[in-house]
Nanobody, 117 residues
Framework: QVQLVESGGGLVQPGGSLRLSCAAS????????MAWYRQAPGKERELVAI???????NYADSGEGRFTISRDNAKNTIYLQMNSLKPEDTAVYYC???????????WGQGTQVTVSS
């Protein structure tokens, strides 16, 4: 069964850093464009960053210059390094397989990131 498992979330002070991981259960994910999304309370889910199989990346304005998405295909894992975190970055962060994102099984369960002093 397809599975994406996020980890690395937690509570961090403003200005701090976190590294999120998303481990896929099968190496087939190395062939797909992957993305991180986030959803804050009372808000719609929004794209954070995207990475192609060729490691071409793109970022939402909210994370540009602070967030870095990467992938390790040998480990079937993508990462989101988040620096200079702000309270408005507080959200549940999800990874997904972009071309299959209309199917719920290609989303992870999410990891909570809380930025607060």
């Amino acid at each position: 069964q397809v599975q994406l498992v996020e980890s690395g979330g937690g509570l961090v002070q403003p200005g701090g850093s976190l590294r999120l991981s998303c481990a896929a259960s099968t190496s087939i994910f190395s062939l797909y464009t992957m993305a991180w999304y986030r959803q804050a309370p009372g808000k719609e889910r929004e794209l954070v960053a995207i990475i192609t199989p060729e490691r071409i990346t793109n970022y939402a304005d909210s994370g540009e210059g602070r967030f870095t998405i990467s992938r390790d295909n040998a480990k079937n894992t993508i990462y989101l390094q988040m620096n200079s975190l702000k309270p408005e970055d507080t959200a549940v962060y999800y990874c997904c397989v972009v071309p299959l994102s209309r199917f719920s099984q290609y989303w992870g369960q999410g990891t909570q990131v809380t930025v607060s002093s």
